[in-house]
């Protein structure tokens, strides 16, 4: 990849196992792939500060984020989290108000900017081979996350924030081996690449701006 130049825009990555990439090299995670996507179109967005750790919940990212300060400001902020608010069995109405909170800190560090956000909606573990190590029925863990995404959208539509769907991506190739890390639940630096061709558009367009 072709070097950044000092005036790169400044990227904070903000979410849980999905965001650090687990199981993945640190070139797939879907952060690092969108920075690159975006300076291959001629948007010199830098390497992302990454906050974000396998397991995490809105609380804990919080917790975590709280841990990093100061952090200052930022041209461009990303955040995705809540697949383990769902596994926990937390509510989407808990959800909704601690994904708020989140989302007005990522447009504090964005400088106030609310169109230099974006959030990714949550991909559904339940097509996974994982899902059948645990009680959870697939179509339980579907409908659920469908209640945390609506409610994350509601939530960025209010704020006017992007919300890109990679959702629907997650089970239409979730299942596939070449789509999965060695775990049988965390998505392949594959899956990130289609993620990160859904959010290029968007990005582009916010840091166009």
């Not at 965001?19 to 948007?43: F, K």
Request: hydrophobic content about 50%; charged content about 20%; overall charge negative.
């Amino acid at each position: 990849m072709a070097s950044v130049p000092t005036t790169a825009l400044s990227y904070l990555a903000l979410g849980d196992s999905y965001t650090i990439g687990e199981g993945v090299a640190v070139d797939g995670r879907w952060p690092v792939q969108l920075a690159a996507a975006l300076h291959a179109h001629d948007i010199a967005l830098a390497a992302p500060r990454i906050i974000a750790t396998t397991g995490w919940t809105t609380d804990e990212l919080a917790w975590g984020i709280d841990g990093a300060e100061p952090l200052g400001e930022w041209d461009f902020v990303s955040l995705a989290i809540g697949v383990n608010n769902q596994y926990r069995g937390r509510s989407a109405v808990d959800y909704r108000g601690e994904f708020e909170a989140l989302l007005l800190r990522a447009i504090r560090y964005a400088r106030g900017r609310a169109d230099r956000v974006l959030v990714l909606s949550i991909p559904d573990w339940g097509v996974t081979p994982f899902v059948k190590t645990t009680p959870a029925q697939p179509e339980t863990i579907a409908t659920e996350l469908d209640a945390f995404n609506t409610a994350a959208q509601v939530v960025c539509e209010a704020h006017g924030v992007a919300f890109v769907d990679i959702t629907a991506a997650s089970r239409q190739r979730g299942a596939e081996v070449d789509m999965l890390a060695e775990d049988g639940l965390h998505p392949s630096a594959a899956m990130y690449t289609l993620w990160t061709a859904l959010a290029l558009p968007v990005a582009r367009d916010l840091l166009a701006q």
